[in-house]
Each structure stands twice: as structure tokens, then as C-alpha cells.
């Protein structure tokens, strides 16, 4: 099974950008989709991007155009690059493994001047 720890969190301007990354074990991460997923206080978690082992990537729709997935198999990471945040970023952004299930422990996102 896939093991995934995030990094990258931290407390942002609005406005602002950050960079997450999740580095992951295991030799089968090149054939697994990954996800990142985030979860604000009070909310449900909900799906941020998908990228597929070919590189295929999908986002929720009102996060189009401010987050970027990419994904490099040599190095066994996922990233999201967030851009122009805001506010309603606010959240524990989690890795997620689409092939074997597994979640990474989550780090904080904050945005707020």
C-alpha cells in the first residue's frame, strides 16, 4: 500500500500562493490516479483535482484556473500548485491515492491577512 505525506501548508495573504506536495512510497505510485482533496472546519471533504497515472487531470469546477495538479513519476510526488487564494481556501488539504485507498495525514491551509 501506498504511504503519503503532505507538506507545504501554512498561512497565506489573499491573494497569495503556496505550493503542496505529497510524497509518496511504494513502486506502483506511476500506475495509481492521486487526488488531493481538502476539508474547511464544519465542512465535508471535498475532491480539489484528480490526475490520472498518464497525466489526464480533472479539478472541481470552482477551482479551475487558480489550482494546478502535477504529478512527477520519477520522484514519487504529487503537487498542487494553489494560486490567487482566498479565503474559502481555508482547509486541511489531503493526498489521496485513487488506486489503493490511502489518504495522507492532511496539512493546514490558512489564508487570512
Known amino acids: 500500500q501506498v504511504q503519503l505525506v503532505e507538506s507545504g501548508g501554512g498561512l497565506v495573504q489573499p491573494g497569495g500562493s503556496l505550493r503542496l506536495s505529497c510524497a509518496a512510497s511504494?513502486?506502483?505510485?506511476?500506475?495509481?490516479?492521486m487526488a488531493w482533496y481538502r476539508q474547511a472546519p464544519g465542512k465535508q471533504r471535498e475532491l480539489v483535482a484528480v490526475i490520472s497515472s498518464s497525466g489526464i487531470t480533472n479539478y472541481a469546477d470552482s477551482l479551475k484556473g487558480r489550482f494546478t495538479i502535477i504529478r512527477d513519476n520519477y520522484k514519487n510526488t504529487v503537487a498542487l500548485q494553489m494560486n490567487r487564494l482566498k479565503a474559502e481556501d481555508t482547509a486541511v488539504y489531503y493526498c489521496?491515492?485513487?488506486?489503493?485507498?490511502?489518504w495522507g495525514q492532511g496539512t493546514q491551509v490558512a489564508v487570512s491577512s
Open positions: 489521496h491515492d485513487l488506486r489503493g485507498g490511502s
Open positions: 511504494g513502486s506502483i505510485f506511476s500506475i495509481s490516479g
